[in-house]
C-alpha cells in the first residue's frame, strides 16, 4: 500500500481529500547550469524560509548563503524542490575558467618576426599559431588557429618597409582576438608608426591621434612602446600605455663598446633634441655641445595657401585702422656649434634616424670642429631609401640602433650599422603585466624630460 501522503498543514494535520504521489528527491536529467535557481524564482524562496511548515527550509537557505552555493542547492533538493547542478560539480566549474599567456606575432613579413622569436624565447613560451597573409587582390587575412578564449594576448608587431600594411596587419589581428572572447589583448608595437604627425601643420592632421583611435576602436587593451617621437602622443589614447625607454641599453653599449668614452662629447645635431643629449651626458658625466643653424626638417610656410591674400569683399570688411601685427620670417643663422668638441669623440644621439641628411650635415660640422670620430645613436633606425650608402660614404664611423625595427638588408649595405638586443626589456613588461606586477621597476631613475 502508498505510504498516505502529507496534508498542506504537515503532519497531524489530518488526511487530504485527494491523494498525491510524493516528488521525487532527484531529477534524471537537471536543467544546464545557465539557469541555477529553479521556477519558483525569489518569492518562492523568501516563502520558503520564512514559512513555518518548513522549519528546514530556513536553515538550509542561511547555510547556503554562508557555505556557497552547494549547501543552497543541496537544502532545496531535501525540501523536494528542483536543482540545478550538484555541489561538487558547481566546484569544478568554478575553477575552469582559468587564463593564460598567448603570443602572437602579426607580421606576414618573415624578416620581422626575429624580434618576435626573442621574446618568447625569453618568455619561455611558444610563439601562437596563426597565419597572417595578403591575398592576391592584396588584402589582408588573419587567421587565428588556437584558442584564445579568456586568455591574455600579447600580439607584436614591427614595422615593416610597407607601414600601412603592418597597420592593417596589427589591427585586423586585435579584432579577430576581441571577437574570440580575449581576456585582454595587448599590443606590443616597439616603433609607432605616424609618430612623427603628432602636431598640427597647417592644413594637415594629426594622424597619431586618428591611429590611437582606431587601435582602441579596434579591441586593443593596452599598448606597450618605446621611445614616442613626443610623450605626449600617450594622450591620444585611452588606454594604458607603457612607453618603455632604450635609453639604458644604448648608454651600455657607450660604456663597453668606446674604449675611450671619457674622452667624447654628447651631441645634439639640433636645439630640439638637446633635452636627450643632456640626459645622456648627465648620466654618463659627460659634456654637452648643441649644432645650431641646420636647415629646419618643416617645409617653407611660403607654400601654405594661407599666406595668398583675401579676395576683395573680404578686404572690404576689414576696419581701414585695424593693423594685425605679422611675424618677423626667420632667417637661417650660419652653422655654429656651442661646446667644445676638438680633439674628442662626438657622440650624437636621437630617437630616430630616418632621412640621413641632417646626421651627415652634422657629422660635417664636427669634423670642421675637430672631432675625430663620431658616432651616431639612435632608439628607431628606419633607414629610408639611400641611409645605408650615404652612411658608408660619410664622415660617420658608426650608426647604433635597436632591433625595434629590422634592418638586416641595410646592415648588409653598410657594415658601420650595429644593432643593439632591446628584447629584454620588451619581455620582462609582457611578464609583468601578465601577472599583475608593477611596471615602475622599469621605469627606474627615468625623469619628466627623459
Same mark, same amino acid.
Given at each position: 500500500? *502508498? #505510504?498516505? $501522503?502529507?496534508?498542506?498543514?504537515?503532519? +497531524? &494535520?489530518?488526511?487530504?481529500? /485527494?491523494?498525491?504521489?510524493?516528488? !521525487?528527491?532527484?531529477?534524471?536529467? *537537471? #536543467?544546464? $547550469?545557465?539557469?541555477?535557481?529553479?521556477? +519558483? &524564482?525569489?518569492?518562492?524562496? /523568501?516563502?520558503?524560509?520564512?514559512? !513555518?511548515?518548513?522549519?528546514?527550509?530556513?536553515?538550509?537557505?542561511?547555510?547556503?548563503?554562508?557555505? +556557497?552555493?552547494?549547501?543552497?542547492?543541496?537544502?532545496?533538493?531535501?525540501?523536494?524542490?528542483?536543482?540545478?547542478?550538484?555541489?561538487?560539480?558547481?566546484?569544478?566549474?568554478?575553477?575552469?575558467?582559468?587564463?593564460?599567456?598567448?603570443?602572437?606575432?602579426?607580421?606576414?613579413?618573415?624578416?620581422?618576426?626575429?624580434?618576435?622569436?626573442?621574446?618568447?624565447?625569453?618568455?619561455?613560451?611558444?610563439?601562437?599559431?596563426?597565419?597572417?597573409?595578403?591575398?592576391?587582390?592584396?588584402?589582408?587575412?588573419?587567421?587565428?588557429?588556437?584558442?584564445?578564449?579568456?586568455?591574455?594576448?600579447?600580439?607584436?608587431?614591427?614595422?615593416?618597409?610597407?607601414?600601412?600594411?603592418?597597420?592593417?596587419?596589427?589591427?585586423?589581428?586585435?579584432?579577430?582576438?576581441?571577437?574570440?572572447?580575449?581576456?585582454?589583448?595587448?599590443?606590443?608595437?616597439?616603433?609607432?608608426?605616424?609618430?612623427?604627425?603628432?602636431?598640427?601643420?597647417?592644413?594637415?592632421?594629426?594622424?597619431?591621434?586618428?591611429?590611437?583611435?582606431?587601435?582602441?576602436?579596434?579591441?586593443?587593451?593596452?599598448?606597450?612602446?618605446?621611445?614616442?617621437?613626443?610623450?605626449?602622443?600617450?594622450?591620444?589614447?585611452?588606454?594604458?600605455?607603457?612607453?618603455?625607454?632604450?635609453?639604458?641599453?644604448?648608454?651600455?653599449?657607450?660604456?663597453?663598446?668606446?674604449?675611450?668614452?671619457?674622452?667624447?662629447?654628447?651631441?645634439?645635431?639640433?636645439?630640439?633634441?638637446?633635452?636627450?643629449?643632456?640626459?645622456?651626458?648627465?648620466?654618463?658625466?659627460?659634456?654637452?655641445?648643441?649644432?645650431?643653424?641646420?636647415?629646419?626638417?618643416?617645409?617653407?610656410?611660403?607654400?601654405?595657401?594661407?599666406?595668398?591674400?583675401?579676395?576683395?569683399?573680404?578686404?572690404?570688411?576689414?576696419?581701414?585702422?585695424?593693423?594685425?601685427?605679422?611675424?618677423?620670417?626667420?632667417?637661417?643663422?650660419?652653422?655654429?656649434?656651442?661646446?667644445?668638441?676638438?680633439?674628442?669623440?662626438?657622440?650624437?644621439?636621437?630617437?630616430?634616424?630616418?632621412?640621413?641628411?641632417?646626421?651627415?650635415?652634422?657629422?660635417?660640422?664636427?669634423?670642421?670642429?675637430?672631432?675625430?670620430?663620431?658616432?651616431?645613436?639612435?632608439?628607431?633606425?628606419?633607414?629610408?631609401?639611400?641611409?645605408?650608402?650615404?652612411?658608408?660614404?660619410?664622415?660617420?664611423?658608426?650608426?647604433?640602433?635597436?632591433?625595434?625595427?629590422?634592418?638586416?638588408?641595410?646592415?648588409?649595405?653598410?657594415?658601420?650599422?650595429?644593432?643593439?638586443?632591446?628584447?629584454?626589456?620588451?619581455?620582462?613588461?609582457?611578464?609583468?603585466?601578465?601577472?599583475?606586477?608593477?611596471?615602475?621597476?622599469?621605469?627606474?631613475?627615468?625623469?619628466?624630460?627623459?
Amino acid at each position: 500500500m *502508498a #505510504p498516505a $501522503p502529507l496534508s498542506a498543514a504537515g503532519e +497531524g &494535520g489530518g488526511a487530504s481529500p /485527494r491523494a498525491r504521489p510524493a516528488r !521525487p528527491r532527484s531529477l534524471p536529467h *537537471a #536543467p544546464p $547550469p545557465s539557469c541555477p535557481r529553479s521556477t +519558483g &524564482g525569489a518569492e518562492l524562496r /523568501r516563502r520558503l524560509c520564512l514559512s !513555518p511548515s518548513f522549519p528546514s527550509g530556513r536553515a538550509a537557505f542561511s547555510r547556503g548563503r554562508g557555505a +556557497g552555493a552547494g549547501s543552497l542547492l543541496e537544502g532545496q533538493n531535501n525540501l523536494g524542490l528542483m536543482f540545478c547542478v550538484p555541489s561538487t560539480e558547481i566546484g569544478a566549474i568554478m575553477n575552469i575558467t582559468k587564463g593564460g599567456l598567448v603570443l602572437f606575432s602579426a607580421n606576414s613579413n618573415s624578416s620581422c618576426m626575429e624580434l618576435s622569436k626573442r621574446i618568447a624565447e625569453r618568455l619561455g613560451v611558444e610563439m601562437g599559431k596563426v597565419q597572417v597573409y595578403q591575398e592576391a587582390n592584396r588584402e589582408t587575412r588573419v587567421q587565428i588557429q588556437e584558442s584564445v578564449r579568456g586568455k591574455d594576448v600579447f600580439i607584436i608587431q614591427t614595422v615593416s618597409k610597407d607601414v600601412n600594411t603592418t597597420i592593417m596587419e596589427l589591427l585586423i589581428m586585435v579584432y579577430a582576438c576581441k571577437t574570440s572572447c580575449a581576456k585582454s589583448i595587448i599590443g606590443v608595437v616597439p616603433y609607432f608608426p605616424y609618430s612623427k604627425q603628432c602636431k598640427m601643420r597647417k592644413r594637415g592632421s594629426i594622424v597619431s591621434k586618428l591611429l590611437a583611435s582606431m587601435m582602441c576602436k579596434a579591441g586593443l587593451t593596452h599598448l606597450i612602446t618605446m621611445d614616442l617621437h613626443q610623450k605626449e602622443i600617450q594622450g591620444f589614447f585611452n588606454i594604458p600605455v607603457d612607453n618603455l625607454r632604450a635609453s639604458p641599453f644604448l648608454l651600455q653599449y657607450i660604456q663597453e663598446e668606446i674604449p675611450d668614452y671619457r674622452n667624447a662629447v654628447i651631441v645634439a645635431k639640433s636645439p630640439a633634441s638637446a633635452k636627450r643629449a643632456q640626459s645622456f651626458a648627465e648620466r654618463l658625466r659627460l659634456g654637452i655641445a648643441v649644432i645650431h643653424g641646420e636647415a629646419q626638417d618643416a617645409e617653407s610656410d611660403m607654400v601654405d595657401g594661407r599666406h595668398s591674400p583675401p579676395t576683395a569683399k573680404y578686404v572690404a570688411a576689414i576696419h581701414p585702422s585695424l593693423e594685425i601685427p605679422m611675424l618677423i620670417p626667420k632667417e637661417k643663422p650660419p652653422i655654429t656649434v656651442v661646446g667644445d668638441v676638438g680633439g674628442r669623440i662626438a657622440i650624437i644621439v636621437d630617437d630616430i634616424i630616418d632621412d640621413v641628411d641632417t646626421f651627415l650635415a652634422a657629422a660635417e660640422t664636427l669634423k670642421e670642429r675637430g672631432a675625430y670620430k663620431i658616432f651616431v645613436m639612435a632608439t628607431h633606425g628606419l633607414l629610408s631609401s639611400d641611409a645605408p650608402r650615404l652612411i658608408e660614404e660619410s664622415a660617420i664611423d658608426e650608426v647604433v640602433v635597436t632591433n625595434t625595427i629590422p634592418h638586416e638588408i641595410q646592415k648588409l649595405q653598410c657594415p658601420k650599422i650595429k644593432t643593439v638586443d632591446i628584447s629584454m626589456i620588451l619581455s620582462e613588461a609582457i611578464r609583468r603585466i601578465h601577472n599583475g606586477e608593477s611596471m615602475s621597476y622599469l621605469f627606474r631613475n627615468i625623469g619628466v624630460d627623459d
